[in-house]
């Protein structure tokens, strides 16, 4: 065991030193096989970044605003997504078959909003992942929770098991209530899943020093929408993620609750990889919702 006794904190990050790519356009994929990198190249694009659109919030809490009708509010912004990130109950019966849209499908659960969040197990057989074309599975990882040792090795569990047949893993970095959103905890949790295994990590965006968690964490680092804010400061947290080096974002209520969904995600999209500034994104949403402000 390492002695922690006179452990230093990092400091030297060389945030303005890029990531090789090794010839690959997704972070910490190179080496990879070539099934893998084929599902990678599906969620990330030419510039290595990423616009997922998240509504698996049913697995743990029920219908939610916006999301009571997934056929109805979610499948038409499909085509403005990269990738969709989804249950595999919802993707059969809500979604279309012959479409082409990456998919991410959760790979974890058990408890619902009632009970302790982390307790969580591994809920989807990667054999059943394949049969649903899936580009990716994801599983939360509670790092300091309860579940902490259970979480790490379902995700774990999980990457064994996608290296057999080519499916990258999503790590979500799950922030509790008790837990602080700083660079010190996210910077350890994204480190933590990169380095035993998963191949993306999806976290939360935090205002100091954001660029050392995402330059410490050798794979692609996606940040979670969270929950709603007014348009601007969801757009702002948007462009300061991308600023700071995240490959992306995976936002779900910041999109599907508003007035006008599809204007939201093109707005996002303007940001990820048109390199539209915050006053350019919202006069966007603006324009494409017709005037609206939520």
């Known amino acids: 065991m390492a002695d922690l006794e006179g452990n230093l904190n990092a400091k030297n990050f060389h945030t303005e030193t890029p990531t090789p790519d090794y010839g690959f356009h997704v972070k910490g994929a190179s080496h990879l096989d070539f099934g893998m990198k084929r599902r ?3 969620i990330f ?5 990423t616009v997922m659109l998240a509504f698996d919030h049913g697995y743990f809490q029920g219908p939610t605003r916006g999301l009571e009708r997934v ?4 499948v038409p912004l499909g085509p403005w997504a990269d990738a969709l990130m989804g249950t595999r109950g919802i993707f059969r019966s809500s979604f279309p078959a012959d479409g082409n849209m990456p998919l991410v499908v959760r790979a974890s659960g058990g408890p619902s909003i009632l009970r302790e969040l982390s307790d969580e197990h591994v809920a989807l057989d990667m054999a059943d992942a394949v049969r649903l074309d899936s580009s ?6 509670f790092v300091g929770g309860e579940h902490e040792s259970r979480s790490i090795q379902n995700m774990t569990t999980l990457v064994d098991q996608g290296m057999k047949v080519g499916i990258p893993v999503l790590g979500v970095t799950a922030v509790g209530k008790n837990l602080v959103r700083d660079s010190r905890y996210l910077g350890l949790a994204t480190r933590m899943i990169a380095e035993l295994g998963a191949q993306m990590v999806k976290t939360y965006y935090c205002e100091q020093d954001f660029e050392e968690v995402v330059a410490g964490c050798p794979v692609p680092v996606i940040v979670a929408g ?7 400061e969801a757009l702002d947290m948007a462009y300061r993620s991308i600023q700071a080096g995240a490959a992306g974002l995976d936002m779900g209520r910041n999109i599907f609750q508003r007035q006008s969904p599809s204007a939201m995600i093109q707005a996002v999209r303007g940001v990820v990889h048109d ?3 915050v006053a350019e994104a919202v ?3 603006r324009e ?3 005037g609206l402000t939520d």
Request: charged share 20%; net charge positive.
């Open 40 to 42: 990678l190249s599906r």
């Open 288 to 290: 494409l919702s017709g």
């Open 275 to 277: 390199g539209l500034n």
């Open 136 to 141: 990716a599975v994801a599983v939360q990882v």
């Open 226 to 232: 969270g929950k709603k804010l007014p348009v601007p």
């Open 283 to 285: 006069e966007q949403y």
């Open 71 to 74: 056929d109805l509010n979610i």
């Open 45 to 49: 694009q030419a510039d290595g970044r």
